[in-house]
């Protein structure tokens, strides 16, 4: 595996590449990561991975000096799951100057997620498209755990007219349910044993919404109050339309459940999707 750190070395690396599979991380790599590389070489071409923790996404009362990094347990990851490029620049080499010019979102970007991390998925976008433009990928791949990333990063580059797919990875999981995320690490002993919580309460709220129930408002309330009486503090549980995250109408089949709620100072996130019958 070869290691680039500057726009300049990593263009000049992959200028004679083609059929190029990212996979953009912010390092601290678990098995949900290691997937997607597997899903990016299963496309048969070059397979690139880059690592940033990128500032811009970050809030000024968030976790971006304790996000965990371990780069050296991250590249042997990354060569032993087959990667043939990894982009890995520091923050003056991918910021050389201050990033004033960024990616202007719709107003998906203020709700969910992003009322509670104001300015987090312009950043995002920004990353990611300046990213784009280095590597050049025909196929990138996210996780369906951030779905709300995902669903940004997919109209995006729909609206832009990108030439580049956007893949959602499914979601990894410990045994017990638990989404595995890389602030999983914050996690006390006892917040361990009690996050798998989360999952079950979108799999009853699930559960409800394929048995027909219509009253979204009801099932979020309940989902919400069996983790705040458990100890967290959530921010939102939201049964929403997978194309665009909007409240679903009377009609619409394709659905997503979304939460994100603290347990102590880990703040987790995660989704389930369903289908409801015609």
Known sequence: ?????????????????????FVPTMGNLHAGHVSL??????????????IFVNPLQF???????????TFGADCEKLENAGVDFLFAPTEREFYPEPQTYRVELPGIQNQLEGRFRPGHFSGVATVVLKLFHIVRPQVAFFGKKDYQQLMVLRNMVRQLALPIEIVGGETVRDGDGLAL???????TP???AEAPRLYRALGRAREAVLRGDA????IERD?????????????????????DLQTPLPGDRDLVVLAASRLGTPRLIDNLEMTREG
Do not use: H
């Open 1 to 21: 595996m070869r290691i680039c750190k500057t726009p300049d070395e990593t263009r000049d690396a992959l200028k004679n590449e083609s059929a190029i599979a």
């Open 37 to 50: 590389v597997a899903q990016a070489r299963s496309r048969g071409g070059t397979t690139v991975a880059s």
């Open 59 to 69: 809030g000024p009362n968030e976790d971006f000096d304790s996000y965990p990094r």
């Open 181 to 187: 995320s890389s602030r999983n690490a914050f996690l």
């Open 190 to 192: 006892a917040g361990r």
């Open 215 to 218: 009253d979204f408002s009801a």
């Open 223 to 243: 989902a919400a109050l069996d983790l705040d009486t458990n100890g967290w503090k959530t921010d939102y549980v939201a049964v929403r339309r997978q194309s």
